[in-house]
C-alpha cells in the first residue's frame, strides 16, 4: 500500500517536453490521463476540493502596448476606448466583498502615467480601505478604529495586473495596499516573445519586472498563451520550468485565440490557414489543460486559474481544467456596457452578462465537478505563505 502523499515532481525541461511529445505527438491518452489525475490529486493535497473566487474588474482597455495578438493592441483600429470612473469601480468592489469573492482583481491595458498611477493608488486605497470597514461594521466592530490583531482576513484582497512599470510605482501601489499581481510573461522564450511583440516591448524588462515584484513583497502571478503561431513543445516546457524556476505564486495559461486584423493572426493563417480551425482549437485546449496538469505537478501550491479562454473553445472548458490542475476561478466582474470593448480575442465569453450571472453561472459549474467554493476566503497561495 502506497501512503505517499501525492509528490510534486521536479521534472526538468527533457522530462516536461517527452510528457508532451508522448500525449500531443503520439495521442498516449494512458499517459494523459495518468497526468491529469496526478496533478487533480496534487490539487486536493494543498487545497482539498476547494476552488477560489478572484472576482475580475476589466477596468480600462486604453493602452500604449502594440502586442501583436491582442484585441486591444494600441493599433487596433474600431475599438472605443474606456477607463471605468474610480467611484464606479468601487461599487463593483463592495458587490464583489458583499458576494464574497475574498479578492478582486484590476486589470487594464498598460498606461504608465503620472495620471494613471495616482488613479491606481487611489482606487486601490479605496477598495482596500472601503471593504475592510464594510467587513468591520458588518462584524459589530468600529470602522474607523484600527482592526483587532487577531481579525483575520478583512474586506478584499486587491491584485493588480495592470502590465509593466517602474519599481517605485510598483511600490507606491503595494503601500496603497495592493498585495498582488499579475504579469504574464507570454512566452518564457525570448526569440518568440520578440516575434510576437514589436521592438520596443523587452522580454528582458518583463522579467525585471517580475523580479521588482518579489523584491518588494507581492504574490506574484504570471502565464503563457499556449498554440502561438512558432511555438514548440520544448518551448511550452520551458514555460513550466520558468514558474517552477522563479517559484510563482500564481499561473494563469490560456490557448492563444486569433482576433481578426492583427498581426499575429495572420501569422497564424499562414501557418495553420489550411487545418480545420474547430478540430485545432480543441486540441490546443487539451493541451493548455495539460500545461495546467504540469505546472500544478511541477510548481505545487502556486494558485493555478482556469482562465476565461478555455471557456472560448470549449463551453465545459473552465470545469475541465479545475479537474485538471486548476483551483481557482476569475468571474468577470466589469460592468456590462464595458464588456464588448475588453474583447482580447474572438469569441471571448459572458460579454454580455452581468456580475451576478456570471457568479450565479460559475456557481453552477463548480458544484457541477463535485468541487466545493472556498467563498470569502483571500485564499492566498500556500507557496508564498511557506515556501517550499
Ligand atoms: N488569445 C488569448 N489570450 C490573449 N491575451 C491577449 N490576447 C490574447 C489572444 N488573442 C492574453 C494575454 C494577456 C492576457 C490579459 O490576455 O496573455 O496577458
Known sequence: LNLQPAAVLDLDIDQITGILEETTNKGDSALEKALFSHADAVTQRFFGDAVYYRGIVEFS???????????????????????????????????????????????????????????????????????LELDMTQRGLDPKAPPPADAGELGLRVALSVGEL????????????????????????????????PDAM??????????????????????????????????????????????????????????????????????????????????????????????????????ISATTALQAIEPNGREIALRRGCNVLMPILTPTKYREHYQLYEGKPCITDTAEECRKCLNARVSMIGKRLRQGAWGDPPNFLAPV
Open 61 to 131: 482597455n486604453v493602452c500604449v502596448n502594440d502586442c501583436g495578438y491582442c484585441g486591444i493592441r494600441k493599433h487596433m483600429g474600431g475599438v472605443k476606448r474606456y477607463t471605468i470612473p474610480i467611484d464606479e469601480v468601487v461599487e463593483v468592489a463592495k458587490w464583489a466583498f458583499e458576494n464574497r469573492m475574498g479578492t478582486l482583481m484590476l486589470q487594464s491595458g498598460e498606461l504608465p502615467t503620472p495620471q494613471r498611477l495616482a488613479y491606481l493608488k487611489e482606487l486601490v486605497a479605496r477598495v482596500h480601505q472601503e471593504t
Open 166 to 197: 517602474p519599481e517605485e510605482h510598483y511600490q507606491e501601489l503595494y503601500d496603497a495596499g495592493a498585495r498582488r499581481y499579475l504579469l504574464r510573461i507570454e512566452s518564457s522564450n525570448p526569440e518568440l516573445y520578440a516575434a510576437l511583440h
Open 202 to 303: 523587452s522580454w528582458h524588462r518583463r522579467v525585471d519586472c517580475l523580479n521588482s515584484l518579489k523584491k518588494i513583497g507581492y504574490m506574484v502571478g504570471t502565464g503563457v498563451m499556449v498554440g502561438l503561431p512558432g511555438q514548440t513543445l520544448r518551448d511550452l516546457a520551458g514555460d513550466i520550468r520558468f514558474f517552477k524556476e522563479m517559484n510563482a505564486n500564481m499561473i494563469g495559461m490560456g490557448p492563444y485565440i486569433t482576433e481578426a486584423g492583427t498581426p499575429v493572426a495572420d501569422m497564424w493563417e499562414s501557418m495553420f490557414g489550411h487545418v480545420d480551425k474547430k478540430a485545432h482549437m480543441k486540441a490546443m485546449f487539451d493541451l493548455t489543460t495539460r500545461m495546467n496538469s504540469l505546472a500544478r505537478i511541477v510548481v505545487g501550491s502556486a494558485n
